[in-house]
């Protein structure tokens, strides 16, 4: 007979597990009665029992991968692979603990199921506190795609089974020699620090990549600090030569007899200030480059571009700030644009100091209806993950800064307004 207790405890172990595994992530409803909610469902559909037969772990973990996917998809705001890959990792993770300290249990002679219970009950929680600090990276704008999410299950999962087997067989094996017995047990020891491993490892895996993706980002960025240095030369350069050959061009004027000429000449010389001094002028050189680069592209693009923004007094935003906050909006609002007709393309930006805040506002026309959900955008980009992910990186700066986003639709155009506060009002 079980005793009560115990059933209970398993049931919040069970419960708490997931909801701790899944507390930063966004929840539909109050998270302590969605807890409730889980705790019950292991109450009513699930009592352990002393059965011992070989298939029967295999039955009950995955009972519970199927109560951790529904809960996650009827109660988290993420999707289905996200849920998917989130219900196996704790679902491993509880399995694994319990046959190594039953398995421990057996080996040493102790015959108490509810000091089993307690014990392993006590390492699962530590473990999923451990995973979920040091390992597995939970964030709600996660996506995981089919390959990541095979991945990162498949060999864990193969692993986790290949342990519940060994384990059944070493319980219900009762004709094995010591060393076989021995050797049963060094086997289903492996496959459980094997399924370890392997989620350690995999979210490791991911982990380096993400990085990757970022340190890329900053290579980016730093290559249009150089872009700067390279611009602001050839500008000088410009300069230097037009004040130099001032007096030759003055002189080639005195000899010209014909006004048409003098007009060509005079067109010529305008043309030439024009492409010295055609870089934009915010404040702030970083920005300088940034305008610049974009408003080119823009008119590859067929794209009206107006620009009157002062960035002055920027110097607490770094320089891969500035390039984060204003090259992902800038990139998005190119995005949409270029899908209107040629005669509706068209973006603008303005910004400065208003009221002790830096207020910059960002519009542009589109053709498809941004679909805007708790001030998130919705993309429709192939690279979904990455646009995500530069979205992310806006908000996470203005953040640090505490400052704020805003995505609306307003008059036929998506508009994006950000401020930050000016560190002296802190």
Not at 27 to 32: A, E, G, L, T, V
Not at 129 to 147: A, L, M, N
Not at 235 to 259: F, P, R
Not at 275 to 288: C, E, H, K, S, V
């Amino acid at each position: 007979m079980i005793d009560w207790w115990v059933w209970l405890f398993q049931a919040f172990v069970f419960s708490f597990s997931f909801v701790y595994l899944t507390r930063s992530l966004p929840i539909k409803y109050k998270r302590n009665i969605c807890f409730i909610i889980l705790f019950c469902v292991y109450l009513v559909f699930y009592y352990p029992t002393s059965n011992n037969s070989l298939l029967e772990p295999v039955f009950r973990y995955g009972k519970f991968i199927l109560f951790y996917f529904c809960w996650a998809l009827l109660f988290l705001k993420i999707n289905l692979n996200y849920a998917l890959f989130l219900s196996v990792f704790c679902t491993a993770l509880m399995g694994t603990w319990y046959s190594c300290f039953q398995l421990l249990f057996w080996l040493l002679g102790i015959q108490n199921r509810n000091l089993l219970v307690l014990i392993s009950g006590i390492a699962r929680i530590l473990s999923v506190v451990f995973y979920k600090q040091k390992i597995i990276r939970i964030e709600e704008d996660r996506t995981i795609p089919i390959p990541e999410l095979l991945i990162s299950i498949l060999p864990a999962l193969s692993c986790f089974l290949a342990n519940l087997v060994m384990y059944s067989l070493l319980l219900n094996t009762v004709a094995l020699s010591q060393s076989q017995s021995f050797l049963f047990f060094l086997l289903a020891v492996f496959f459980a620090v094997s399924t370890l491993a392997v989620l350690a490892s995999t979210e490791s895996y991911f982990k380096s990549v993400l990085l990757q993706a970022e340190s890329k980002r900053a290579e980016n960025q730093l290559y249009l600090q150089y872009q700067l240095f390279l611009i602001e030369r050839e500008k000088d350069e410009q300069l230097k030569a037009l004040h130099h050959d001032m007096k030759n061009h003055l002189s080639v004027l005195n000899q010209l007899s014909e006004i048409e000429q003098v007009h060509e000449y005079v067109n010529q010389l305008k043309e030439s200030a024009e492409m010295a001094m055609m870089i934009p002028d915010t404040g702030n050189p970083i920005l300088n480059v940034i305008l610049n680069q974009k408003s080119k592209c823009c008119d590859e693009k067929k794209i009206i571009f107006k620009m009157g923004i002062r960035f002055d007094n920027s110097d607490f935003l770094s320089s891969m700030e500035i390039c984060t906050l204003f090259v992902n909006c800038l990139d998005n609002a190119i995005e949409a644009a270029e899908k209107c007709e040629i005669n509706q393309r068209f973006i603008e930006i303005a910004g400065g100091w208003v009221n002790g805040c830096l207020v910059v506002r960002i519009q542009n026309t589109f053709h498809d209806h941004p679909i805007i959900n708790e001030n998130q955008l919705q993309t429709s980009k192939k690279d979904a993950a990455n646009h995500r992910y530069g979205l992310k990186n806006v908000q996470a700066v203005l953040k640090k800064h505490q400052g704020t986003l805003t995505l609306k639709e307003e008059d036929q155009r998506f508009v994006v307004t950000w401020m930050i506060p000016s560190p002296s009002n802190d």
